[in-house]
């Protein structure tokens, strides 16, 4: 099966960065996805990683390292629009997404 | 607008009923995903499609059924709901079903009493 780590709740001021960390051991590799989910909205996508290292899409930017099983998803600039939940979710062998349990982030100015 | 719909948007059912839950997407997108989302567990797959007139299962398929007659259109049905089917599901397409990203419908949110 597949197993999807990341942290329940965080917390941080506004104009801060946080880091929210997602491992994984899943059946196979074929990329790296997080989403965005606001509270009673559906998931909308933030960045995909596919090979190692960081992609930087304006304050947000996602790392991969596949020889450690590790992904995080870095937040700049933080925004109280950015109170959200995270999901991370893995392409496994069969073309097919594993989603962790998601990373509630609460904002406070 | 191009996207995905979903419909109803919320429903209260009583256990023993049908029930099919509607999902239509104009992006033209070959497949289409159903999943359900539970407090602490994530989104978890139901069933898939990869092209119109497939189907496969997911991680949690028992109890739910699904069809794809065409592109646009991937309902799922539970034939005779139980209260452990309460969840929000969520209708998802992506242009093929192995290198692209998936994008989400807004939910239907179910309650099975």
């Known amino acids: 099966g597949q197993n999807i780590d990341q942290p329940t709740e965080m917390t941080a001021t506004e104009g801060a960065i946080v880091q929210i960390n997602c491992t994984y051991q899943t059946s196979g590799f074929n990329g790296l996805f997080w989403y965005q989910q606001h509270a009673g909205e559906a998931p909308t996508f933030l960045s995909y990683n596919v090979l190692d290292g960081l992609e930087e899409k304006g304050r947000f930017s996602s790392f991969l390292s596949r020889s450690k099983g590790y992904s995080y998803l870095l937040l700049k600039e933080l925004q109280m629009k950015d109170s959200a939940s995270y999901l991370c979710?893995?392409?496994?062998?069969?073309?097919?997404?594993?989603f962790g349990a998601g990373t509630t982030v609460t904002v406070r100015a | 607008i191009a996207g995905i719909t979903q419909a109803p948007t919320s429903q209260i059912l009583a256990a023993g009923r049908r029930m099919t839950l509607r999902c239509t997407q104009d992006?033209?997108?070959?497949?289409m995903y159903w999943y359900r989302q539970d407090l602490g567990l994530g989104l978890r797959l139901i069933h898939y499609s990869n092209t119109a007139g497939t189907t496969g299962k997911g991680e949690v398929p028992d109890g739910y059924s699904v069809s794809r007659a065409n592109t646009d259109d991937f309902p799922l049905t539970l034939a005779s709901a139980v209260p452990s089917q309460t969840s929000v599901y969520f209708c998802a397409s992506s242009e093929t079903g192995d290198t692209d990203t998936q994008y989400f419908g807004p939910g239907t949110r179910l309650t099975v009493l």
């Open positions: 992006m033209r997108h070959n497949a």
């Open positions: 979710a893995v392409r496994d062998s069969d073309y097919k997404l594993s």
